[in-house]
């Protein structure tokens, strides 16, 4: 019986260390559980600061091609982070769960995860920004055509739209880049499904860049940094 209450007791402790560990600012690497036994890397980024005050929240999608493990920590680290100095959010970068982000079972594995990270973390839930770049960009848009009440803005980067309906697109203020030399996801398209939804009224910017290819997306964070800063503007304007 002693042994048992030991046992119970450091498993106890070890599990109160964890939840405190889950609060320190910095950056981790964790797992999240989902069903069947399946578990999926993502990388968190917690500020210093005044735990109290409600921070904002960005969601960062990866690309496709090959897919390491915390894949999406290393596209965290390479393009998102370096263009949010200015917001000092909480940073969530999950590894997709399925073949792309644009599908039910990701939808509801990503879902699971913000929700898990809103009820630990004190979130500005007027201020939750989703970006993303390629298939990540994609996945931006199917996002928020499913959650246009929990988005608040929404940066897609070098991506399609494919057949999702304009009528779901933009319903939040959404900064879109593209790049004319892309050669693998066509630049007209992009610039026209920005005309097409600033016709419909939408809040849109579409950042129009010059001279990179598709592959060099550390070359898309100055863009990134324009389109948080364009994001903060319509955040304040909305208060």
């Not at 109160?16 to 578990?39: N, T, W």
């Not at 999926?40 to 690309?63: F, N, Q």
């Not at 913000?114 to 630990?120: A, R, T, Y």
Request: charged share 20%.
């Amino acid at each position: 019986m002693k042994h048992r209450i030991l046992v119970t007791t450091v498993m106890l402790v070890t599990a109160i260390a964890a939840a405190a560990s889950a609060e320190e600012p910095g950056y981790h690497e964790r797992v999240f559980p989902l069903a069947d036994g399946l578990k999926m890397p993502y990388a968190i980024s917690i500020p210093k600061g005044d735990s109290s005050t409600p921070r904002p929240l960005v969601l960062a999608l990866h690309p496709g091609g090959e897919r390491p493990s915390f894949y999406g920590s290393w596209f965290a680290k390479v393009v998102v982070m370096p263009a949010l100095t200015e917001l000092q959010p909480i940073v969530v970068a999950p590894d997709c769960p399925t073949k792309s982000w644009a599908e039910p079972g990701a939808d509801q594995a990503v879902s699971a995860l913000l929700e898990m990270v809103m009820k630990d973390h004190r979130v500005d839930r007027r201020r939750i920004l989703v970006t993303g770049f390629s298939m990540g960009g994609r996945g931006t848009w199917y996002f928020t055509s499913k959650h246009p009440d929990l988005f608040t803005a929404a940066i897609p980067m070098a991506a399609s739209t494919r057949e999702l309906s304009q009528e779901t697109l933009a319903k939040m203020p959404t900064y879109i880049v593209h790049s004319r030399k892309d050669q693998v996801v066509p630049f007209e398209p992009a610039e026209e499904n920005a005309k097409a939804l600033a016709g419909l009224g939408r809040v849109v910017k579409f950042d129009a860049v010059d001279d990179l290819g598709h592959y060099q997306m550390a070359g898309y964070v100055p863009a990134l940094k324009r389109g948080v800063a364009w994001v903060l503007e319509r955040w304040a304007s909305q208060r």
